[in-house]
C-alpha cells in the first residue's frame, strides 16, 4: 500500500474559502492524488481511496475530484482520447508521455519563467494556462526495449 500523505496546510482554507465543505471524503481524495503522483484516473483514485474508506462511491470520487479542479488543488491532465488523469503539482511544469507503457511523470521547467514567456505570443492574446506535453519513451521501457534484442 503506498505511503500515506498528510493533508497539507491550507487544504482547508482553499476549500472552505472557495464555498466548499471539507469532507472526509474530499481530504481521502486529495491525499490518495498527494500519495503517489503517478496522475491517476478518476477509476484509480475511487480503487485506492476504497482502501481507507470503503464506502465511498465512484460518483463521490469524481465529485471530489471536480471541487479539487474548482478550488485550484489539482489539474486535470488530458491525454488524446484516454481517461482523464489528475496532478496536484500546481507548479508550473510539463509533462511526459511514455507512448509504450502510458506512465504521465512531471516535467519540471529548465529555467525560471512562464511557459507562456517562452512563446512569442501574438499582441493582444492573453496566456491564462498553458499545457506542455512530450512523449516519448520512458527509462525503464527504453531498458526493457534493449533487453529484448
Known amino acids: 500500500m ?23 471524503q474530499r481530504r481521502e481524495v486529495y ?5 503517489e503522483r503517478d496522475h491517476p484516473t478518476a477509476s484509480e483514485v475511487f480503487i485506492r481511496a476504497k482502501r481507507h474508506m470503503p464506502s465511498i462511491s465512484l460518483a463521490t470520487v469524481y465529485n471530489c475530484l471536480e471541487t479539487l479542479v474548482a478550488c ?6 488530458n491525454v488524446e482520447r484516454e ?8 507548479e508550473e511544469h510539463g509533462h511526459f508521455i511514455c507512448d509504450s507503457c502510458g506512465t504521465v511523470s512531471d ?11 517562452v512563446f512569442k505570443v501574438p499582441p493582444k492574446f492573453t496566456v491564462t494556462h498553458s499545457e506542455i506535453t512530450l512523449r516519448g519513451t520512458c527509462p525503464a521501457c527504453k531498458s526493457n526495449h534493449v533487453q529484448i534484442q
Open 107 to 117: 516535467v519540471p521547467l529548465a529555467r525560471q519563467g512562464s511557459l507562456a514567456s
Open 31 to 35: 491525499n490518495v492524488l498527494l500519495s
Open 83 to 90: 481517461a482523464t488523469r489528475y496532478c496536484p503539482n500546481l
Open 2 to 24: 503506498p505511503k500515506r500523505s498528510s493533508t497539507p496546510l491550507g487544504y482547508e482554507e482553499t476549500i472552505s474559502h472557495s464555498g466548499h465543505r471539507l469532507t472526509p
Open 72 to 77: 485550484g488543488l489539482a489539474k486535470q491532465v
